[in-house]
């Protein structure tokens, strides 16, 4: 009967981390991307609020 403990023991854990995994990742916010008609990120707060990250430029060659 140990032997079958073990592996219960190990489904139990795995199955409640990936229970608690899966809860924290619908709890994230979502950032807002393409928001006042930039195609990037803009800072809100702090020293570089205004700068916008991850500016997404194509080129005329790409096209």
């Given amino acids: 009967m140990k032997r079958h403990t073990k592996l219960l ?5 795995s ?4 229970e ?6 619908k ?3 979502a950032v807002e991307v393409n ?3 930039t195609s990037g990120y803009r800072i809100k707060e702090g020293s ?3 700068k916008i990250l991850k500016h997404l430029k194509k080129s005329s060659e790409n096209i």
Wanted: hydrophobic share 35%.
């Fill in 15 to 18: 199955k409640s981390q990936a």
């Fill in 48 to 50: 570089n609020a205004g």
């Fill in 27 to 29: 709890a994230r916010k």
């Fill in 20 to 25: 608690l995994l899966n809860k924290m990742q």
């Fill in 35 to 37: 928001a006042n008609g």
């Fill in 9 to 13: 023991n190990e489904f139990s854990r």
